[in-house]
C-alpha cells in the first residue's frame, strides 16, 4: 500500500484509537481524528484532558485505524502545535460544528487556550488483515 492509499483509508475512517504511557500504565480511547495527509496525523482535544497530560509528558504513541477488513496501525510521537491557523481550520470545518458553541461561551481568547492540537509526522504505518494474520510486518513511512 502507499502512503497516499493508507492517508485516504485513515481519513475515510476518522475514529482512531490512541495508545498513551502514563507512569508505565497503558491507557488507549478513540477519539476522532482531524485529518491525515503528508503533513501528518492531526487531531485536537482539551488541555484538561488525560489525553493531552500524557502526550505532553511522553509522545509516543501508537494510534489504530479500523478501517473495514484493514486495520491501520501508526507508531511514532506526537508532537504539540501552536499554530492558529490549523486551529481556525480545525473550529471552522464542517465536521467540527459541535466546538462553535464552545468558542462562543468562552470567547476566542480562553478557547483557544483550551483547544490543544496535536501532529505526529514521520510515523510508522502498517496494515493488518486477517489473511496476513501470520505474515511478518511490512511497514510504510508516513
Known sequence: MTKEELFKMMNEHPVMYVATNANGQPH??????????????????GVTKDL??????????????????????????FEL???????????????????QPWREQQGDEAFFGFLQVFRMQHGKAHVWCMEDNFKPKEYIEL
Open 28 to 45: 488507549v480511547r478513540a477519539i476522532l481524528m482531524f485529518k491525515a495527509d503528508a503533513d501528518g496525523i492531526v487531531f485536537h482535544t
Open 52 to 77: 493531552y497530560r500524557q502526550l505532553v509528558a511522553d509522545p509516543r504513541s501508537e494510534v489504530c485505524f479500523a478501517c473495514g477488513k484493514y486495520q491501520v496501525r501508526v507508531e511514532g510521537k
Open 81 to 99: 502545535v501552536e499554530d492558529m491557523a490549523l486551529k481556525e481550520e480545525i473550529v471552522n470545518h464542517p465536521s467540527r460544528k459541535f466546538l
